[in-house]
């Protein structure tokens, strides 16, 4: 038994592609740049931050880090609309994504936090620094370079898991799959091409994270 792939459809459906592409794109870039600002707001405020602080931000850590992010999705996307709070299917999956980011890079840079001397926070407090100033000034760009090689994996699990935004009708990649789909009947190649994107796109995000770091962290670039 063989099977003769077709992409003839390729030409017709490449809007569709391209549309699901860049707004997979835009998902990554936004929910990155807010859900690492927001990790790092937790991981401050769990290692040193106002000790009334700490407990609705562990609560936060741990709800998101263990349920799922479909849960998540649905939740913001079907239940905040009961109360009032409309927002669109790519406002939804980019506040997903921000949620669920923000708690597992706080839980990262943390680790990064707790491992940096204790002799750091005693210079920083010998030159009349606050916390959050030596926190700023002295702690955090070495926490991020010790930790950013898994922040870095983090962040391409996340752009991966986007994929399921689809089911509230965002228009990403797999979306534009599902489209194809349901037009040619091709599924086999609709999905193959699908998992090449996404293979693509995270070999690309992991080098430019890699030439982020290069570019925070000059002084281990050149080790």
């Known amino acids: 038994m063989t099977y003769r792939f077709d992409y003839s459809w390729i030409a017709e459906y490449w809007p569709v592609i391209l549309k699901g592409l860049v707004t997979t794109v835009e998902l990554t870039l936004i929910g990155t740049l807010f859900g690492v600002a927001l990790g ?18 562990v609560a936060y850590v741990e709800l998101i880090r263990n349920t799922p992010f479909l849960i998540q999705l649905f939740f913001i996307f079907f239940g ?24 597992y890079s706080g839980e990262i840079i943390r680790a990064g936090i707790e491992a940096t001397p204790r002799g750091q926070f005693e210079a920083g407090a010998s030159l009349a620094m606050t916390r959050f100033e030596t926190f700023r000034h002295v702690v955090l760009i070495p926490s991020l370079q010790r ?24 228009e990403d990649i797999t979306f534009a799959a599902n489209f194809i789909q349901s037009r040619t009947f091709r599924a086999f190649e609709s999905y193959f091409l ?28 050149a080790r």
């Open 40 to 57: 790092i707001a937790c991981a401050w405020t769990r290692s040193l931050g106002p000790r009334w602080l700490r407990p609705p931000v």
């Open 147 to 170: 930790i950013w090689p898994a922040l870095s994996s983090q962040i391409v699990i996340v752009m991966l898991g986007s994929a399921v935004v689809s089911q509230i009708a965002a």
């Open 80 to 103: 905040l609309p009961s109360l009032g709070v409309q927002m669109t299917e790519f406002q939804a999956a980019v506040l997903a994504m921000v949620i669920n980011l923000g708690a």
């Open 194 to 221: 699908t998992t090449g994107l996404y293979l693509l796109l995270a070999l690309a995000l992991r080098q430019a994270l890699r030439g982020v770091g290069r570019m925070l962290f000059p002084r281990r670039a």
